[in-house]
């Protein structure tokens, strides 16, 4: 390989994980314009395409994906020589990419985002919101934070939070409209604002379990005239009367606790495992990684009083 190639595959990894000529630029430093110059040179050194383009939207093509997968991981032992560089001194450094769903971000890290800067400036952190379930390897993630129940059982996974619970939550405008609903079967009757899947396209199913028996938990399939991917979307929503919303109720207990959203179905709503980050490995963990780990173990100790 030409030593010289290096900035240009640097730069194709980003466009890739970005899917975009603007973002990418954003990541490093250059104009958009000139990043598609530096691929398109990389192009014709290779002499194969490695991106279809459109207006609206950058994809690998089936070479630029087998390139890609051969490339990703000798530009990781590259990044992970440097940062090793200021490990062997002790001093946590280098891109900490960790993949999480909105709720986890907002409840966890953003609250102590500032101070963890602070602690550790040579630590660049990067959070990808995603509310699927991402390849950590394949796209070059350190880490994810997801709940328990849903982090394979090959991972090392550290807990985060303890159990969280679920709410079923309407503003009293709502309540003025239509009555409260007693079991999930009320919920035919109901306007219910519904979450779709970004990576499968597919809508979740509520959750809930029989009163007195947390085990047996049973799924249902809500209708309503709202469907979005973004969880704050969906609570502004039922803040202005659309439609009930099943939520974590952390994530709206100072709404229901100033009565602008009122919780129903209680005694259906279950408990489940809490927030766990998570990773393929510990062995030879990154010291940018067990800084961040530990970082937010101690936020959690904090929160329960530990």
Known sequence: MDPAQLPALMAFDSVARH???????????????????????????????????????????????QFLERVRPALAALDAAFDSLDEARDHPAGTLRINLPRVASELLVLPHLAEFTLAYPHIRLELALDDGLADLVGEGFDAGIRLGERVAQDMVAVPLSSEVRIAVVGSPA????????????????HNCLRYRFLTSGGIY???????????RVFEVETQGSFVTNDLRTMVRAAEDGVGLLHVIDDYVREQIEDGRLVRVL???????????????????????????IDFLVMKRREREGR
């Open 174 to 189: 709502y309540f003025v409209r239509l009555p409260k609903p007693g079991t999930p079967d009320d919920l035919a009757a």
């Open 266 to 292: 209680g005694e259906w709503c279950p408990s489940f495992p809490g927030f766990y980050l998570y990773t393929a490995s510990r062995a030879q963990m990154p010291l940018k990684l067990r800084a961040l």
């Open 19 to 65: 899917g975009s000529f603007t973002h990418a630029a954003g990541e490093t430093g250059v104009s958009p314009s000139a990043l598609s110059q530096t691929i398109r040179a990389l192009e014709t050194q290779l002499n194969v395409r490695l991106f279809n383009r459109t207006t609206r939207r950058v994809a690998l093509t089936e070479a630029g994906a």
């Open 205 to 215: 199913r509520w959750e809930f379990a029989q009163p007195g028996n947390a085990q």
